[in-house]
């Protein structure tokens, strides 16, 4: 049966209504926007590092008694930094050792702060040990690497060196 004229005009009604709402939607006022900039500069760190050379001297081969000396790291920095250093270049598994004539004889070394023997300056395989944690300063503070060449290893006569990196991380 078909449908009589109120039902008509309420689905008529119906269908203006919605188009009525979607008319006022759509007249509402629209979203103001606007657009801010953005900016940083930046800049080199204020902080530097000097390294140290640990220059052992004279090392008998075999000799009894292990080999001693430091030398110092300058950190100048008003921020407290972290010193982080590798195992160096010639490294096998944690040992440090220089490389001299003979590749299948290094010369097994470490280094340390606070004292030889005291706290071993990082050496982690493969990367970075934290060794040091050095407070910000308005002047330059010195960190003492102590150096030992560990006793009674006998070793080509010749020339031994590494290469130890050192990273200083601002906090």
């Known amino acids: 049966m078909p449908a009589s ?4 005009l309420t689905l008529a009604s119906l269908a203006v209504l919605c188009a009525a709402g979607a008319d006022e939607a759509s007249a ?10 953005v900016t940083a500069s930046v800049i080199e760190s204020p902080c530097s590092l000097t390294g140290a050379t640990i220059a052992f001297g004279q090392y008998i081969s075999g000799q009894s008694s292990p080999k001693r000396t430091s030398s110092d790291l300058t950190v100048n920095c ?7 250093f590798d195992e160096g270049l010639n490294a096998s598994s944690t040992t440090r050792q220089m490389k001299g004539p ?3 004889k290094p010369l097994k070394y470490d280094l340390y702060i606070n004292g030889p023997d005291a706290v071993q300056a990082g050496g982690m395989p493969g990367g970075f040990g934290i060794a040091r944690n050095v407070a910000g300063s308005a002047t330059p503070t010195k960190v003492t690497i102590n150096g030992t060449i560990f006793s009674e290893q006998v070793v080509p006569v010749g020339n031994y060196t590494d290469t130890v990196t050192v990273q200083m991380i601002v906090q």
């Open 28 to 37: 509402q006022a629209s979203p103001i926007t606007a657009t801010m900039t």
């Open 78 to 84: 008003t921020q407290a930094v972290e010193l982080r």
């Open 5 to 8: 004229g109120p039902r008509l």
């Open 102 to 104: 003979s590749a299948s």
